[in-house]
């Protein structure tokens, strides 16, 4: 929410937001982090434009073309591919950021991170991201108590503590291949290493 608040304290008035699959939760998150930024500035959904499942690069053109025909002064990206997208799109149609119009976007990428001028971005590491959402995994399946989550403590199942940690580590499956993100091999490589000893100790108090 900060990010969209930030803009419109910068005094962009009419905000676009491009998302992709509006089933992965990682997206609606982003979505009503997005909403509650405008609500901090006293507007509302309707006073913002919304192209929800944009999953591809034609997809993703036609809801820049349609923002930019409803005066957006700034294009919010859910994630980098998105933004890269928009921005090769403005690029060949001769549009300049951010004199024509403004862009940001809720994750930065080495996709992003060389543009020129820098697009305003949410930077985070997501190795440390994997890391402590596999320590968080196995806290909950032991019934401990964590931060943010104080509600799993004491949980009757490993099911109810998978899925309250859901909301969690679902930003680390924004790509489908494991391998090729470092929060997601780094949360497997950590939880593979320590769930035997998590998972004995919470079954033996069952």
């Known amino acids: 929410s900060e990010l969209t608040s930030i803009i419109l304290m910068k005094g962009a008035q009419k905000l676009g937001f491009i998302c992709g699959n509006s089933a992965q939760v990682v997206n609606q998150t ?100 994997g890391f402590e959402a596999a320590r968080t995994l196995i806290a909950m399946i032991n019934g401990e108590k964590v931060a943010y989550f104080p509600e799993a403590a004491g949980l009757r199942s490993r099911s109810q503590g998978f899925d309250a940690l859901r909301k ?12 090729s993100h470092p929060g997601q091999s780094c949360f497997l490589r950590f939880f593979t290493s320590h769930s035997c000893r998590g998972l004995s100790s919470s079954c033996s108090r069952r």
Not at 50 to 73: G, K, L, N, S
């Open 30 to 129: 982003r979505r009503e982090g997005f909403v509650k930024g405008l609500e901090k500035c006293g507007k509302s959904e309707k006073d913002a434009l919304f192209y929800m499942d944009c999953d591809t690069a034609a997809q993703i053109e036609r809801a820049t073309d349609e923002a930019i025909r409803a005066c957006a002064e700034c294009i919010v990206c859910a994630d980098d591919y998105i933004a890269n997208s928009v921005l090769v799109k403005l690029s060949r149609d001769g549009k300049e950021v951010p004199k024509d119009i403004k862009i940001a976007s809720f994750y930065n990428s080495a996709l992003l991170e060389h543009n020129r001028p820098p697009v305003t971005s949410i930077q985070y590491d997501p190795r440390q991201l």
């Open 168 to 179: 969690t580590i679902t930003v680390l499956w924004t790509v489908p291949d494991a391998s």
